[in-house]
């Protein structure tokens, strides 16, 4: 939910390299754009023309939102249970992304807060004890 100039290319790279399906939504035209060049059969770029009309059907692995400021909160609800994990970036700010409505929503939460900004992890499926024990 969201493309930039890091996230993007990353989880392209990784994802064609397994061959596994990627889906990238944006709403700014010029970051769109921009990500089309990663287009592959692995990979698809969607243009967002409304964030609260997005048909989110299914049962997606991982969600990484980083889209337009005022959807962030309500696209993490939105995927609460069609998401095994939902990856949040900018979490260290939760009151101008709206975070503080999020955190009721799941089960479990691991926030990394090693850098700035913190990015934060939530589910409704898997515990996260793991992740906090892999970092530390």
Not at 53 to 70: M, Q
Not at 89 to 96: A, E, L, Q
Request: aromatic fraction near 16%.
């Amino acid at each position: 939910m969201g493309t930039g100039l890091f996230s993007t290319p990353f989880l392209h790279w990784l994802c064609s390299e397994k061959q596994r399906r990627l889906i990238s939504y944006e709403d700014n035209y010029d970051f769109y754009r921009l990500a089309r060049i990663f287009q592959n059969r692995f990979h698809r770029i969607r243009l967002v023309e409304d964030w609260d009309k997005l048909d989110i059907g299914g049962h997606w692995s991982v969600a990484l939102i980083d889209n337009s400021t005022k959807y962030r909160a309500s696209m993490a609800i939105a995927l609460k249970d069609k998401v095994d994990y939902v990856v949040m970036h900018d979490t260290n700010d939760p009151v101008h992304y709206r975070y503080q409505y999020v955190w009721s929503h799941f089960k479990y939460r691991y926030d990394d807060t090693r850098q700035s900004p913190w990015t934060s992890v939530v589910s409704n499926f898997e515990n996260l004890k793991w992740l906090e024990e892999k970092i530390l």
